[in-house]
């Protein structure tokens, strides 16, 4: 069975920095770009970085752009999100997801249950 | 990276058929056939049910469809069922190399 687990998740103060990661099992890692996507309380998806299957590219959502940073060890079948400079507004439910396809964008067919990080002073 | 845009909510009676739109750009639905929708019940995690366009994934019932013209792209539901009561979400590629959400659609089946 395909399965992601992120965990890392907490509350936090406003300027802090926190590592969320994502541990996959029963699947090819190394084959597929990965995503984090984050999901404001009551509010909609929003996509908020990929890295390809090699970890040779990444990608940001100007709303985390220079802040956040996505990595991946494929030895390890695990992504990671280091988040610095954390913002209220950065607070959501965070999940990883795998792209169907070695290139982003092309549909985020397995998705972990996700993890809670509060910015709050 | 403006959201694309989709209608608030939507609703339908059992086995009526129920049609989401979403509105994007040249820059993205547009210009792309990388177009998704989700299902999200409350409380879970999205699960994809359309991806580039108007393909399903392996379990997902046929009565979902989906198609694209110009930048606007869509999810029909055919023969509404009540386990189909959720959020739904459609996301595309982007020209700027990101992934854009629409703000969600919320499907009431009466």
């Known amino acids: 069975e395909v399965q992601l687990l992120e965990s890392g998740g907490g509350l936090v103060q406003p300027g802090v920095s926190l590592r969320l990661s994502c541990a996959a099992s029963?699947?090819?890692?190394?084959?597929?770009?990965m995503n984090w996507v984050r999901q404001a309380p009551g509010k909609g998806l929003e996509w908020v970085s990929g890295?390809?299957?090699?970890?040779?590219?990444?990608y940001y959502a100007d709303s985390v752009k220079g802040r956040f940073t996505i990595s991946r060890d494929n030895s390890k079948n695990t992504l990671y999100l280091q988040m610095n400079s954390l913002r209220v507004e950065d607070t959501a439910v965070y999940y990883c997801?795998?792209?169907?396809?070695?290139?982003?964008?092309?549909?985020?067919?397995?998705w972990g249950q996700g993890t809670t990080v509060t910015v709050s002073s | 990276q403006s959201a694309l845009t989709q209608p608030p909510s939507v609703s339908g009676s059992p086995g009526q058929s129920v049609t989401i739109s979403c509105t994007g750009t040249s820059s993205d639905v547009g210009s792309y056939n990388r177009v998704s929708w989700y299902q999200q019940p409350p409380g879970t995690a999205p699960k994809l049910m359309i991806y580039e366009v108007s393909n399903r994934p392996s379990g997902v019932p046929d009565r979902f469809s989906g198609s694209k013209s110009g930048s606007t792209a869509s999810l029909t539901i055919n023969g509404l069922q009540a386990e189909d009561e959720a959020d739904y979400y459609c996301s595309s590629y982007t020209s700027g190399s990101t992934v854009v959400f629409g703000g969600g659609t919320k499907l009431t089946v009466l």
């Open positions: 890295i390809s299957a090699r970890g040779d590219r990444t």
């Open positions: 997801a795998k792209d169907m396809a070695w290139n982003l964008g092309y549909g985020m067919d397995v």
């Open positions: 029963g699947l090819t890692f190394n084959r597929y770009t």
